[in-house]
């Protein structure tokens, strides 16, 4: 699994809908999710460290989790069929672990809420995000520099 954290919100320019881009810890592959408007504005609240007057449905559930001493230990986007996204909460209590199905959106807003980390399967990683081709083509430069700079003494050995 690859650890994500939330990069961005954004409109699709195709069908103008909002979209949650999420980036891998090393900045290099992407993973758009098309999110609604609700769950956009929740997640965008939890950025920016602003809260309701009134708990809002992600609130309440961090309330509830936090009642009942459970825990959100991560989220994970572990599969996508016909276009859609499946996720889970994975949650400790009383020493088990349980895992609840849930929308990515929601998951998400969660577990900003909850400081807890989130992940994608390597399957989704490798088929649905995209590589930020910019980070790609500074490695490959730092690598031709490199490669540039090494002399024959460099490959005997000590």
Known sequence: MRQM?????????????????????DGKHYLPILIGPFEATAIAMALEGQSAPRPLTHDLMKSVMDGVEAKLTKIVIHDM?????????????NGETKEIDARPSDCIAVALRCDAPIFVTDKIALEEAVVDKKSEEEDMARFKKYIETLKPSDFRGS
């Open 5 to 25: 954290k939330v990069d961005k919100l954004g409109i699709d320019l195709l069908t103008h809908d909002p979209v949650v881009i999420l980036k891998d810890m």
């Open 81 to 93: 069929r016909d276009s859609t996204f499946y996720a889970k909460l994975v949650i400790e209590t």
